[in-house]
């Protein structure tokens, strides 16, 4: 559900939605940045401590980056954990999975390959969980725009692979 701003006269305004789209935006595109620079210093740490090691060393950082804020972000509303859907908390195994691939192949296949192909993988899941409305999403089906789209992110990842 999508919140809105009433202007004076009482009606929606678009004008604050889309400054907060397009900031959203940036800040997306910017954390697609950083995982391509994380990519880069993982390869090179999985080769010097083992790709284990690397993974546990970065997500040791973040938890104790998290904690920290936690700490001084105040209480935090919602459930306990377990009082959770366990099928909620596969994110727990996925992330550290998405790493450790991320170790293994940055050194062999370079950080473009590896992130297009992430890139890749994302937005064809992705389609397929809004198209049908996975795990509590509003439903988008998919039309040939997505579909085009799809293509041209695969029609990036063999260019790159044959460059």
Known sequence: MQSSVLDAAGTASAKPRLALRLLLLALVIFAGMGLSVEAGLLGPLGVQVGHLWATLSIFGVGSAILFLLLLFSGPQKGPALTDLPRWQLIGGFLGPMYVVVLTLATPHIGIAMTMIAILSGQVGKSVLIDHFGWFGTTRK???????????????????????
């Open 141 to 163: 089906r998919v039309n040939g725009e997505r579909w085009m789209a799809l293509a041209l992110i695969v029609v990036a990842l063999v260019l790159i692979a044959r460059g």
